[in-house]
């Protein structure tokens, strides 16, 4: 396993618990882009955090 993939609501103990101890890293993805403000950019705005988030964990 190379990278854990979580949502915000997830808590960070059980990631830990999971991973711990282990070389893996972690990513937070938000598939609701709450820290993306709201307009006609939004849609390209969440893509790009999700694939950011993807790209720096792998």
Do not use: K, W
């Amino acid at each position: 396993m190379r990278c854990v993939l979580a949502e915000p609501q997830v808590n960070p103990g059980l990631i830990e618990a999971v991973t711990g101890g282990s070389d893996v890293r972690t990513a937070v993805i938000d598939p609701m882009g709450a820290d993306i403000p709201p307009g006609p950019d939004f849609y390209i705005g969440l893509l790009n955090h999700v694939a950011g988030a993807i790209g720096g964990c792998l």
